[in-house]
């Protein structure tokens, strides 16, 4: 048996249940066979891959914390510190009920190579809990947030793992957090990305993953001739990712028709108002519904089980930026026969494998999440460099960093795609040309 399928067994025998985690390490290896097959060898030997795939750390802890009705209540905690061979762990910290041990696994394992590929140094982790801060008063959020903290503090530190956000966890959440690590380390540092900007944040770090995106995919684009121009864009998602790549995506000229929450989902012909989303959003925060109620050109569909709704409009470009398997085979096929061109994923793998090669096979540019949304890390890392150096930089200075680093992503996955004799093929750019700073890394640090 090769090397990649003995590893690939391995991990499903020793991480039962861990569905999401299994699929990540799959669609990696994969892409790697290429890579690991023309010097098994010296792999096997040195048990790169089995290094790879097992965290360095995996931290499990109880939050207690009291809520409005005087009700103890109970989450887990996470903090996965997966890979620091190329710089301190770094990756967000997800709070929803869906969290559970294989997706933050999954999500950590992504991280590394993401990380890899934003060309600076920082290394891959991921935490978060099941707690679900929909519908609970800012002192309840305030109260977890400092409970989880008080746990965590111990496991952090500006040179050690740098958190930040993701679903669930937003400017709010990140500002408590910050709070209760600086009350109980008496150091005021760069434990946390994300940041307000008030106490640290970065400018344009709430911007980055969305317009990162967009950066990306207008590469991708122009190197196929294209341009966002009079684009038809369908987009997932209303939180941060799917928000500012909408507003880009349409200052680029292209018509975004589209977005959605767990429950629901707009079709706006006329174009999303994005200021409109904002303030349901991020002010409301409340359901799309409350767009649809605002503005005369929207429809608004309830999701029924089973059916995805946004990925059977006819499209050019394809952005999913909401939630991992948000689009399956069945999706694909709509976009394909939709006539979709380009598809690049904002959210962590939204898309399933089966779903993946559908859209490779007919015809489709698709650039996977490790790549595409690498923009939101890449601006967590010059905000550790400005908290570093006690400097802020102007928003135009960042956003002009952010781009140079997405184009640098685009141009690297594209040329190890071809080395490698996968022309066309960015995940496998994206998966060997992240794995190949890190398998040096590692290799250079000896047996650790
Ligand atoms: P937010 O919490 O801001 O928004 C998530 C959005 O997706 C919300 O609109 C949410 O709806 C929706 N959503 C969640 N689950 C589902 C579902 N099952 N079906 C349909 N919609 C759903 O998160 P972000 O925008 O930050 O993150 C989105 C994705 O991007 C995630 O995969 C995240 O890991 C990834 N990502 C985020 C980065 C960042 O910088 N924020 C960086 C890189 C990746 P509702 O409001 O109803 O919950």
């Keep these: 048996m090769s090397y990649v399928d003995e590893v690939y067994d391995l991990v499903v025998a020793k991480n039962p249940a861990q569905p999401e985690f299994h699929q990540a390490v799959k669609e990696v290896l994969e892409s790697l066979r290429v890579v690991i097959?023309?010097?098994?060898?010296?792999?096997r030997k040195q048990a790169l891959l089995e290094r790879l795939v097992t965290p360095e750390r995996q931290i499990l802890f109880r939050v207690p914390w009291v809520d409005d009705k005087g009700q103890v209540q109970v989450n887990n905690g996470f903090r996965i510190q997966f890979n620091s061979a190329i710089g301190p762990y770094k990756g967000g910290l997800r709070f929803h009920p869906s969290v559970n041990l294989g997706i933050i696994k999954f999500l950590g394992f992504e991280q590394i190579f993401k990380n890899s590929l934003t060309g600076l140094p920082i290394g891959g982790g991921k935490g978060g809990s099941d707690f679900d801060p929909k519908g609970k008063s800012d002192r309840e959020i305030m109260a977890f947030c400092q409970s989880f903290m008080t746990e965590l503090?111990?496991?952090?530190?500006?040179?050690?793992?740098?958190?930040?956000?993701?679903?669930?966890?937003?400017?709010?959440?990140?500002?408590?957090?910050?709070?209760?690590?600086?009350?109980?380390?008496?150091?005021?540092?760069?434990?946390?990305?994300?940041?307000g900007l008030t106490y640290g944040g970065s400018l344009a770090r709430?911007?980055?993953?969305?317009?990162?995106?967009?950066?990306?995919?207008?590469?991708?684009?122009?190197?196929?001739?294209?341009?966002?121009?009079?684009?038809?864009?369908?987009?997932?998602?209303?939180?941060?990712?799917?928000?500012?790549?909408?507003q880009k995506a349409q200052k680029l000229g292209a018509k975004v028709v589209s977005c959605s929450d767990s429950t629901g989902w707009i079709y706006d012909p006329e174009g999303i108002d994005v200021d409109l989303l904002k303030e349901v959003k991020e002010v409301k925060r409340a359901r799309l519904t409350e767009y649809a109620a605002a503005r005369k050109s929207a429809e608004y569909h309830e999701k029924k089980n089973g059916e995805h709704?946004?990925?059977?409009?006819?499209?050019?470009?394809?952005?999913p930026c909401a939630t991992q398997n948000e689009l399956d085979l069945d999706d694909a096929k709509a976009l394909v026969a939709n006539g979709c061109?380009?598809?690049?994923?904002?959210?962590?793998?939204p898309s399933t494998i089966e779903a993946t090669q559908y859209m490779q096979q007919n015809g489709i540019f698709f650039i996977c999440g490790k790549a595409s949304n690498a923009g939101g890390v890449a601006t967590?890392?010059?905000?550790?460099?400005?908290?570093?150096?006690?400097?802020?930089?102007?928003?135009?200075?960042?956003?002009?960093?952010?781009?140079?680093?997405?184009?640098?992503?685009?141009?690297?996955?594209?040329?190890?795609?071809?080395?490698?004799?996968?022309?066309?093929?960015?995940?496998?750019?994206?998966?060997?040309?992240?794995?190949?700073?890190?398998?040096?890394?590692?290799?250079?640090?000896?047996i650790v």
């Excluded at 709704?309 to 952005?319: S, T």
């Design 309 to 319: 709704g946004v990925w059977n409009i006819k499209c050019d470009v394809a952005l």
């Design 380 to 446: 967590s890392a010059l905000e550790m460099s400005q908290n570093s150096e006690r400097l802020s930089w102007s928003f135009d200075e960042v956003d002009a960093k952010l781009q140079g680093i997405m184009q640098g992503i685009y141009k690297n996955i594209s040329e190890a795609a071809k080395k490698y004799g996968k022309e066309g093929d960015y995940v496998a750019g994206a998966n060997i040309a992240g794995f190949l700073k890190v398998a040096e890394a590692m290799k250079a640090q000896g």
């Design 206 to 246: 709430t911007e980055a993953t969305g317009y990162g995106l967009v950066y990306i995919t207008n590469e991708l684009l122009k190197d196929h001739g294209d341009s966002f121009e009079g684009k038809t864009v369908v987009v997932s998602g209303a939180g941060n990712v799917a928000i500012y790549a909408i």
């Design 37 to 43: 097959e023309a010097n098994e060898e010296e792999y």
């Design 153 to 195: 503090f111990r496991h952090i530190g500006a040179d050690t793992d740098v958190p930040a956000g993701d679903i669930g966890v937003g400017g709010r959440e990140i500002g408590y957090l910050y709070g209760q690590y600086k009350r109980i380390r008496d150091v005021y540092e760069g434990v946390l990305t994300g940041k």
């Design 341 to 349: 061109k380009y598809v690049c994923e904002g959210a962590n793998m």
